[in-house]
């Protein structure tokens, strides 16, 4: 069965600063990798994916995540946050039976 | 992509009693998930349900605590039954969003319920 680690609970950066979100997996297969983000209150929103091919990929809102197959890891990356980026993010893999195993989640503060 | 919604949004209940969740999607797909989100938790799926067939309970949730109906590729409820505090949580219901020859599809979210059970 897959798993999700996010080795980080709760990261707080400065507005304007990088950032970046940590995650390692656990499948015996090619995985299907995902980034989601949810805001206070709100549902999940799909920040990015990955199926195959390209392994640094592009998402919404400036997000972007590198596959790194030998070191099983989908770390999410922003080059600049915004204090709109202050929400919390899963980390998600995927199995050919669809099911989706979410890790932990990371809170990310942004302060001024 | 699917566009999701749930009703109710939020809601207050007694413990021993039961609320059905809704979950109505504005275009039709297979699969459908209900998931349970515990306070300060991640997302823990409870089952899969699609549409003709009896819905498949993930390793702890059994169908007399968490019954699912399936009745259309639009629609799908969960029920949490005989409800007691240890429920109270967010509970979000996922389509599968299938494009033909992808393999690995994402799913899409509603934007949950919250439970409080008193």
């Known amino acids: 069965a897959q798993s999700v680690t996010q080795p980080d609970i709760h990261i707080t950066v400065s507005e304007g600063a990088s950032l970046e979100l940590r995650c390692n997996y656990s499948?015996?297969?090619?995985?299907?990798l995902f980034w989601y983000v949810q805001s206070p209150g709100q549902g999940l929103q799909l920040l990015l994916k990955?199926?195959?091919?390209?392994?640094l990929v592009q998402g919404i809102k400036g997000f972007e995540a590198e596959f790194k197959r030998s070191q099983s890891s989908f770390n999410l990356r922003k080059p600049s946050v915004h204090w709109s980026d202050a929400a919390e993010y899963f980390c998600?893999?995927?199995?050919?039976?669809?099911?989706?195993?979410f890790g932990a989640g990371t809170t990310v503060t942004v302060r001024a | 992509s699917a566009v999701i919604s749930q009703k109710p949004s939020r809601d207050i209940c007694q413990r021993g009693t039961s609320l059905t969740i809704q979950c109505q999607v504005d275009?039709?797909?297979?699969?459908m998930f209900w998931y349970r989100q515990q306070p300060g938790q991640s997302l823990t799926l409870i089952a899969t349900?699609?549409?003709?067939?009896?819905?498949?309970?993930e390793s702890g949730f059994v169908i007399d605590k968490f019954p699912i109906s399936r009745p259309n590729l639009t629609f799908s409820t969960l029920t949490v039954s005989n409800m007691s505090p240890e429920d109270s949580s967010i509970y979000l219901c996922s389509v599968e969003d299938l494009e033909p020859g992808l393999v690995g599809n994402e799913q899409f979210f509603g934007p949950g319920t919250r439970l409080t059970v008193l």
């Open positions: 275009s039709q797909v297979t699969m």
């Open positions: 349900a699609n549409q003709g067939s009896e819905a498949t309970y």
């Open positions: 990955y199926f195959s091919g390209d392994t």
């Open positions: 998600a893999v995927g199995a050919r039976d669809y099911k989706l195993s």
């Open positions: 499948y015996g297969a090619t995985p299907y």
